[in-house]
């Protein structure tokens, strides 16, 4: 089943302690896209990744960074994470030429202390 | 991207047709309407997009009027599952503007 999988799905955490929150997708995309989503502010774009080895910043970049090693994989990292980061975040992916149609993964609420 | 508006909520009766208007009266040539939907807290899915000719798939059905200011998304018989924040996005196709900007969407709340 084609799929975009995020890990963990709930994660509460302290001020300052490193985290990682993992996704991938089996449908050989070669975007791939990181969102927060707040309430009253939609969603907002943290990065994206037009392919392996290729990041950009998206609106919301700060306090966050990401990788792109494999296609496959597009891992969001918060190195010092602070209650303002507290908010529901999306990873997305879709073909390069159609980023008009981008799968969602489920979701990963996170809640830092 | 041009601007879209939708209402904030809408209900329909389970088994009954959902339909859910968007305006985008400032909408150029070059740019479809898209559809997206949110089901509580859940990853928005993509369910439709057209340009200017009606559309229609397993999901919905995409009705674009002639002038293309306005279009309405039409769930045929709708069911409990169906209640979600429902997003109108207009946008040029394969633009350079990769991310996706999420309107306040409409909230259909379907009713048993």
């Known amino acids: 089943e084609a799929q975009v999988t995020q890990n963990p799905r709930y994660l509460i955490t302290v001020t300052g302690k490193k985290l990682t929150v993992t996704c991938s997708q089996n449908?050989?995309?070669?975007?791939m896209s990181w969102y927060r989503q707040d309430p009253g502010l939609g969603l907002r774009q943290i990065y994206y990744?037009?392919?392996?080895?290729?990041?950009d910043k998206g609106d919301v970049p700060e306090g966050y960074k990401v990788s792109r090693k494999e296609k496959r994989n597009f891992p969001l990292i918060l190195e010092s994470p602070s209650p303002n980061q507290t908010s529901l975040y999306f990873c997305?992916?879709?073909?390069?030429?159609?980023?008009?149609?981008?799968?969602f993964g489920p979701g990963t609420r996170l809640t830092v202390l | 991207d041009a601007k879209t508006t939708q209402p904030t909520s809408m209900d329909c009766a389970e088994g009954r047709a959902a339909n859910l208007p968007c305006n985008h009266s400032?909408?150029?040539?070059?740019?479809?309407v898209y559809w997206y939907r949110q089901i509580h807290s859940q990853g928005p899915q993509y369910i439709i997009h057209?340009?200017?000719n009606n559309e229609t798939n397993e999901m919905a059905s995409l009705i674009i009027t002639e002038d293309r200011k306005s279009s309405t998304l039409i769930l045929p018989h709708a069911t409990l599952r169906d209640t979600a924040v429902y997003y109108c996005?207009?946008?040029?196709?394969?633009?350079?503007?990769?991310?996706?900007?999420f309107g306040t969407g409409t909230l259909l709340a379907v009713q048993p």
């Open positions: 997305a992916s879709s073909l390069l030429t159609s980023t008009d149609t981008q799968y």
């Open positions: 449908m050989n995309h070669e975007y």
């Open positions: 990744s037009m392919n392996v080895e290729v990041t």
């Open positions: 400032t909408i150029s040539g070059n740019e479809y």
């Open positions: 057209g340009l200017k």
């Open positions: 996005i207009v946008r040029v196709h394969g633009g350079a503007t990769n991310k996706l900007i």
